[in-house]
């Protein structure tokens, strides 16, 4: 058997989360919920990928902006025109590409910032290991 994987971040606005990463990415919104034990929240993904990503929002707590640059989600797109795709559903929601910090991502990808400072790499190559 083979977990599944939830990667789970706080964040100080989920409109503007939801926006880049559903609207922006294409990622799906799986489920959303408020006031779970003083906490709002989003689990986006897509219905049969082995993993999520849960976004969490709590009222009166502020969170600190991504901690550095290379605080990294990586999406790998092998096929070009499915690559290509997504750049351009990021730009057409206003997201421009950010140089990365480590610029082995700029030779076959491109790199977003979040809403939290944190940043997501379409990388073109196949995921081979």
């Known amino acids: 058997m083979i977990p599944k994987l939830r990667v789970a971040r706080p964040t100080n606005n989920l409109a503007a989360v939801r926006h880049f990463y559903v609207d922006g990415l294409g990622l799906q919104e799986l489920y959303a919920f408020t006031g779970h034990g003083g906490f ?14 849960e976004f969490t929002c709590q009222a009166g707590h502020t969170v600190p902006p991504a901690p550095t640059a290379e605080n990294l989600l990586v999406f790998y797109l092998p096929e070009c025109l499915e690559w290509e795709a997504a750049v351009a559903r990021m730009r057409t929601h206003s997201y421009l590409p950010v140089p990365a910090h480590n610029a082995y991502w700029d ?21 081979n290991f």
């Open 40 to 53: 709002d929240g989003l689990m986006l993904g897509h219905a049969q990928a082995p993993y999520h990503l």
């Open 107 to 127: 030779q076959q990808g491109l790199t977003f910032e979040d809403p939290d400072g944190y940043r997501v790499v379409l990388h073109q190559v196949a995921w």
